[in-house]
């Protein structure tokens, strides 16, 4: 009933950008926040960015500060990962997440650093050399 599914990773030099969508369909209506999140060959998921589906409000990982902005089109049901200067740590599988529990800023912020929400898409790949 739930399914994301990103899409627009590739592979750029240091210094590009890309933007990652993530298409959402089946019972939107439960999702309280969607984020972005990556994982690296041999190491952990972790928490990029997230965004409240209501308000707008977002949390950024201190990594890509100033560097990524995540965003929403309700209408469209999509979510958005634009990348600016990239770096080749940034290299990883992205992948889109939504959660359906209620709460406050802080504890978005703490279930997206734990990579802790409830539905996932299956990734795209994003390569920076």
């Known amino acids: 009933q739930v399914q994301l599914v990103e899409s627009g990773g590739g592979s750029v030099q240091a210094g590009g950008s890309l933007r990652l969508s993530c298409a959402a369909s089946?019972?939107?209506?439960?999702?309280?926040?969607m984020g972005w999140f990556r994982q690296a060959p041999g190491k952990e998921r972790e928490g990029v960015a997230a965004?409240?589906?209501?308000?707008?409000?977002?949390y950024y990982a201190d990594s890509v500060k100033e560097r990524f902005t995540i965003s929403k089109d309700t209408a469209k049901n999509t979510l958005y990962l634009q990348m600016n200067d990239l770096k080749p740590e940034d290299t990883g599988m992205y992948y889109c997440?939504?959660?359906?529990?209620?709460?406050?800023?802080?504890?978005?912020?703490?279930?997206?650093?734990?990579?802790?929400?409830?539905?996932w898409g299956q990734g795209t790949q994003v390569t920076v050399s």
């Open positions: 997440a939504s959660d359906s529990r209620d709460g406050n800023w802080y504890e978005l912020r703490a279930k997206t650093r734990r990579a802790d929400f409830g539905y």
């Open positions: 965004i409240f589906t209501g308000d707008g409000a977002t």
């Open positions: 089946g019972n939107t209506y439960t999702y309280n926040c």
